[in-house]
T-cell receptor, first 115, second 115 residues
């Protein structure tokens, strides 16, 4: 079974600083995808970034980058130059090929950006 | 494109009542799923569908039924509401059931309270 672990307590980040959100995963499948979603206080789920298990380069999307360490089974999200609008819950999720592509979520990391 | 739509946005039920949460998508996605989100938890998969006429159980299916008669619609039925079903419900869709790289597109959520 696939499992995602996010254990950091809530984080306060100074505006314009970078923040790293930890995510470790466990799966015996070789083919899988890792996703990060943002959930602001308004409640919607916003897709941020994707990393495939066979991708050799770390994924980047604007201010978001994914620090993918396959051997350690870790997929940390890095947000550079934090903005007040980055205050939200962030969820790491994994999709595996042989689980009917179901998406498994971690419990999330709370980030509060302070001016 | 409206994307993924969910109705209603809010609902209060009494214990024992039944109701249907509606979900529709206009992106011709094959894969649709229902999640529930409880405080301090990530999203947990209730049921999913890999195409019209095909559904399967997720992690927490008890007390819920689904059907998929069309590609566009994937309603979730609560058979006899219980206070433990108080939660936020998200519907999501994805282009294909066979690719790990496809992100899931989420609806805005339905906040359900069972008294």
């Amino acid at each position: 079974a696939q499992k995602i672990t996010q254990t950091q307590p809530g984080m306060f980040v100074q505006e314009k600083e970078a923040v790293t959100l930890d995510c470790t995963y466990d799966t015996s499948d070789q083919s899988y995808g890792l996703f990060w979603y943002k959930q602001p206080s308004s409640g919607e789920m916003i897709f941020l970034i994707y990393q495939g298990s066979y991708d050799e380069q770390n994924a980047t999307e604007g201010r978001y980058s994914l620090n993918f360490q396959k051997a350690r089974k870790s997929a940390n999200l890095v947000i550079s130059a934090s903005q007040l609008g980055d205050s939200a819950m962030y969820f790491c999720a994994m999709r595996v090929r042989y689980g009917n592509n179901r998406l498994a979520f971690g419990k999330g990391n709370q980030v509060v950006v302070i001016p | 494109n409206a994307g993924v739509t969910q109705t209603p946005k809010f609902q209060v039920l009494k214990t024992g009542q039944s109701m249907t949460l509606q979900c529709a998508q206009d992106m011709n996605h094959e894969y649709m799923s229902w999640y529930r989100q409880d405080p301090g938890m990530g999203l947990r998969l209730i049921h999913y569908s890999v195409g019209a006429g095909i559904t399967d159980q997720g992690e927490v299916p008890n007390g819920y039924n689904v059907s998929r008669s069309t590609t566009e619609d994937f309603p979730l039925r609560l058979l006899s509401a219980a206070p433990s079903q108080t939660s936020v419900y998200f519907c999501a869709s994805s282009p294909s059931p066979s690719g790990v790289s496809y992100e899931q597109y989420f609806g805005p959520g339905t906040r359900l309270t069972v008294t």
